[in-house]
């Protein structure tokens, strides 16, 4: 049973445009959930992170909404950059150690 | 080096032969992970140290895999008797301390294991 979901396998957007990437959790016990950034052969870096206490946090032109009654989150990424194609990772902590992680979300960005 | 650092970069080996895989994390790091990651799918986490112990070892998919970690250091993560479904690549992650939200988790380029 898959905790965390992306159900968009990719994503194509123009440069300059916004993307939104989404993220849908089934555990209300979730509390602090990340998203990471993957470019081929190499490992996940960290982008940013929301507590469930706030609903926004933003970071340069990266933005992340929490909607805690949907059990959903986006990342916006505006405006879009062409080293912005990598695949992005949805991730929910569970317990101090252990990240739930979605399949990824893989970002096209049309030049 | 600053990251840390995953050797092979690449294994293929035959359905029943074992295999090591390594990892260096970043020096002073007392969390490290690994992960597996298959075709398509998320990562999977396997286990987790706290200095050279593993409090979790849960995540391990079978008894045929197991890991240790050496001076706070170097960790090797083994696969006995592999099979094509352990086919993936495995991602080792370092973090300053295991509390996640208030530490972010390095992770290096991964393993490649191709099992024939």
């Known amino acids: 049973d898959q905790q965390v979901k992306q159900n968009s396998p990719s994503l194509s957007v123009q440069e300059g445009r916004i993307s939104i990437l989404n993220c849908d959790y089934t555990?209300?016990?979730?509390?602090?959930f990340l998203w990471y950034k993957k470019y081929p052969a190499e490992g996940p870096t960290f982008l940013i992170s929301?507590?469930?206490i706030k609903d926004k946090n933003e970071d340069g032109r990266f933005t992340v909404f929490l909607n805690k009654s949907a059990k959903h989150l986006s990342l916006h990424i505006v405006p879009s950059q062409p080293g912005d194609s990598a695949v992005y990772f949805c991730?929910?902590?569970?317990?101090?150690?252990?990240?739930?992680w979605g399949a990824g979300t893989k970002l096209i960005i049309k030049p | 080096g600053a990251g840390v650092s995953q050797s092979p970069s690449n294994k293929v080996t035959e359905k029943g032969k074992d295999v090591e895989l390594r990892c260096d994390p970043i020096s002073g790091h007392t969390a490290l992970y690994w992960y597996r990651q298959r075709l398509g799918q998320g990562l999977e986490f396997l286990i987790y140290f706290q200095g050279n112990s593993a409090p979790d070892k849960s995540g391990l998919p079978s008894d045929r895999f197991s890991a240790e970690r050496t001076g706070e250091s170097v960790s090797t993560l083994t696969i006995q008797r592999t099979q094509q479904e352990d086919s993936a690549v495995y991602l080792c992650a370092s973090s300053l301390n295991f509390i996640l939200a208030k530490n972010i988790q390095y992770f290096g380029a991964g393993t490649r294991l191709s099992v024939l």
């Open positions: 929301i507590s469930s």
């Open positions: 991730a929910a902590i569970l317990s101090n150690y252990q990240l739930i």
């Open positions: 555990n209300s016990m979730f509390d602090y």
